[in-house]
Each structure stands twice: as structure tokens, then as C-alpha cells.
T-cell receptor, first 116, second 117 residues
């Protein structure tokens, strides 16, 4: 049973470009969470999605950031017009449906975004 | 608002020393508590979790943690560390009100543990 798959592992973008980060949840998991880890800081919640629904986006910056989890395919975190401050590690986690989300979830290996 | 504080940012120990990493949270309601470990270059792995019942929980690799509700604390312990325990450790809290729980975690800043052989 494959774990949570994130790609790419490393992504370099120039200022002003777009970054697309992908997350494929574990088999049978229908909940996806995105977290951002800035240098020297802990992980900060960004968004919680279920298939085709954004449930909680209270941690998402108001501009340039968006997330989706379509019926088919991986969850995508999209950052438009990246700036240097977006450089961070972005982690995705998934959990099973129902109360399973309360029991701790499985994290992916992360995507390290570097904006130059 | 929920918050988590890890007091030790960087801890250096020799092998076989005992470990205790502090974690305090602020939230007045029901909490689920977690400790995660992140080895260099790897993803976060769950060490242990507390939901209810016995406040002393045992996790993988000889780690344990004690939930002290009156102190809003969930400190991580290990009696004898090994070089392979060198990693970053994160305390996390999921505060909720029953069925409205979204599973969102609030993380502490992390503690870097360096174990010298």
C-alpha cells in the first residue's frame, strides 16, 4: 500500500512563475491536508479538502494560493506569481473518511519549493 | 485560538542519556495530542498519540508521553536515547468540539535533537 505521494520533491521557480504541487493520498483516503513549513518554523495548516470540496481553507493566504482535490487525480496546491517568501517545504497528509481523520494522518515526503 | 509551544528548540545529548521534550498547548476544549518525528530528509512520522484514557501513552522506538490536563502539557520522554534518535520532533494538537472536528493540527515550532555517539 503506497503511502502519500508528493511530487515533485524539489521545485525551483523564478519570481513571478507558477508553482504546482501534487499530492496523491493513500489508497482509501478521501481527506487531504496541506501544510507549509517555513525555515526554522513548525508546520502551519493551510487547507483541508475532501473530494471536490474545500472544507477548511482558514490557513491559506488570501491571494495567489489555491487548492483543489478533483474527483479523479491528485490534489493540487497552486501558487501563482511566486515570491521569495513562498520558499518553504509543503507537506501533504491524508486520512481515511469518517472519524478516521481524528486518529492522526499519514504525511508525504514534502515538496521543497525554492523561489529564485 | 489554539497554540502549541515547545520550549526546547535545540537539545544535545550523549547516547544513553534520558530525554524529555516539553510541549504545552492552549485550548480549553477537548484535545487530541500527537508527537511526530522528522528524520533528516524524510517525512513526518507519527511517534505516538493521545485521545483519551490512560494519560501515559507509549509509542514506537521506546518513546512515551504523559498528558497532564491541569498543566496543558504533553511532554515526550525516552529513558535512554540512541544516535539514531537524532531528528526533529514536533508536538501537535487537534482541538475540537466532537463532530465538528476537521482533523486540523496545530504544530509547535519543533525541537531539534542531536545525539552524540
Amino acid at each position: 500500500n503506497a503511502g502519500v505521494m508528493q511530487n515533485p520533491r524539489h521545485l525551483v521557480r523564478r519570481r513571478g512563475q507558477e508553482a504546482r504541487l501534487r499530492c496523491s493520498p493513500m489508497k482509501g483516503h478521501s481527506h487531504v491536508y496541506w501544510y507549509r513549513q517555513l525555515p526554522e518554523e513548525g508546520l502551519k495548516f493551510m487547507v483541508y479538502l475532501q473530494k471536490e470540496n474545500i472544507i477548511d481553507e482558514s490557513g491559506m493566504p488570501k491571494e495567489r494560493f489555491s487548492a483543489e482535490f478533483p474527483k479523479e487525480g491528485p490534489s493540487i496546491l497552486r501558487i501563482q506569481q511566486v515570491v521569495r517568501g513562498d520558499s518553504a517545504a509543503y507537506f501533504c497528509a491524508s486520512s481515511p473518511p469518517g472519524q478516521g481523520r481524528n486518529y492522526g494522518y499519514t504525511f508525504g515526503s514534502g515538496t521543497r519549493l525554492t523561489v529564485v | 485560538a489554539q497554540s502549541v509551544s515547545q520550549h526546547n528548540h535545540h537539545v544535545i545529548l550523549s547516547e544513553a542519556a534520558s530525554l524529555e521534550l516539553g510541549c504545552n498547548y492552549s485550548y480549553g476544549g477537548t484535545v487530541n495530542l500527537f508527537w511526530y518525528v522528522q528524520y533528516p530528509g524524510q517525512h513526518l512520522q507519527l511517534l505516538l498519540k493521545y485521545f483519551s484514557g490512560d494519560p501515559l501513552v507509549k509509542g514506537i522506538k521506546g518513546f512515551e508521553a504523559e498528558f497532564i490536563k491541569s498543566k496543558f502539557s504533553f511532554n515526550l520522554r525516552k529513558p535512554s536515547v540512541q544516535w539514531s534518535d537524532t531528528a526533529e520532533y514536533f508536538c501537535a494538537v487537534n482541538g475540537h468540539h466532537g463532530s465538528s472536528n476537521t482533523g486540523k493540527l496545530i504544530f509547535g515550532q519543533g525541537t531539534t535533537l542531536q545525539v552524540k555517539p
